[in-house]
């Protein structure tokens, strides 16, 4: 009896360590819990000033005739008139009109995506694109109309790129925890010329310099966890003597040199406000990134001149 006994304890306990055993892997494959961040390309607004012409013009004529007959004994008369009128009414309206364009750029995010994605200990989610809402017509469109029918042009209001909130709700991030919504401050390209003392070289240095603001918005409560703003520049550089010989810079190397260079300001301002207000996230995302991150990359590459040659 007492060996019966000494065996079910046996083998309940062999049951609970392979209970435990087989929690502790399923834990172990759990899917991560990490974030889900969807980061939106960057909103751009610009105010934009048309010149408009629209000229009117409306025909009007009017005709009429007249025949009268007189009938006597002897002799019949006829006699008759006809008159027309034409009246030309023509409209010109000029003026200037100005308005706010929104829209995208497409060209700045990509490497920002890839430093949260390798080191931040998040989920990317692919965003829908941006519903600007139907074609308004134009100043000069809307004036034709007024003119033609005498009736006021009623336009609808268009979606607004910068209200992150509405776009949320709309559902346009969805499945997203975290939206890092991103706006240009300032953008400006500049072009320098430089002679070279003791030379007939001279410099030509076309920059870039990029100016965004952002914001990390929590979905569900709308909550901002951080927010900063962030410079990336880039440049390049070309040599030509002083006959004035035409030479054209590579945009496609500023571009991507400014791309980076503000994905490291970015990032780096992210990874320091999250640990302050979401201690759990920003734990992570530094754990992630002091094991091989992105964060350590290395420093922005000095402009490397490439010297132009002429054939003639």
């Known amino acids: 009896m007492i060996d019966m006994t000494k065996r079910r304890d046996v083998l309940v306990g062999l049951c609970a360590l392979l209970g435990m055993g087989v929690q502790t892997v399923a834990s172990a494959q759990a899917p991560s819990t990490a974030p889900k961040i969807a980061v939106t390309d960057l909103a751009y607004s610009e105010r934009v000033s048309e010149y408009f012409d629209v000229t009117s013009i409306k025909a009007k004529s009017e005709e009429q005739s007249r025949l009268q007959a007189r009938d006597g004994v002897y002799s019949s008369s006829m006699s008759g008139s006809h008159s027309s009128k034409q009246e030309l009414d023509a409209t010109r309206v000029t003026g200037a009109y100005s308005y706010i364009q929104q829209t995208e750029l497409r060209n700045f995010t990509s490497d920002l995506k890839g430093m949260i994605l390798k080191g931040a200990g998040a989920r990317l989610v692919q965003g829908s694109q941006f519903d600007a ?62 002679p070279i003392p003791s030379t007939q070289t001279v410099s030509y240095i076309f920059n870039l310099d990029l100016g965004a603001d952002f914001n990390l918005i929590n979905t569900r409560t709308l909550e901002v966890k951080a927010a900063f703003s962030s410079q990336g520049s880039g440049s390049d550089v070309k ?74």
Do not use: C, H, W
Not at 272 to 284: H, K, Y
């Open 239 to 312: 040599l030509m003597n002083a006959n004035g010989n035409i030479v054209v810079p590579s945009r496609v190397k500023v571009i991507r040199e400014t791309s980076q260079s503000l994905a490291e300001e970015a990032y780096g301002q992210l990874l320091e406000q999250l640990s302050l207000s979401d201690p759990n996230f920003g734990a992570r995302a530094r754990s992630r990134s002091s094991s091989g991150s992105p964060s350590s990359a290395p420093e922005a590459r000095q402009p490397v001149v490439e010297p132009v040659t002429v054939f003639r």
């Open 133 to 194: 809402g139907e074609p308004q017509p134009s100043r000069a469109e809307q004036v034709l109309r007024e003119v033609r029918t005498g009736k006021e042009t009623k336009l609808k209001r268009q979606p607004d790129l910068n209200d992150i909130v509405s776009r949320i709700r709309k559902g346009e991030f969805k499945g997203a925890d975290y939206v890092l919504f991103g706006t240009v401050s300032a953008i400006e390209f500049r072009s320098e010329f430089t």
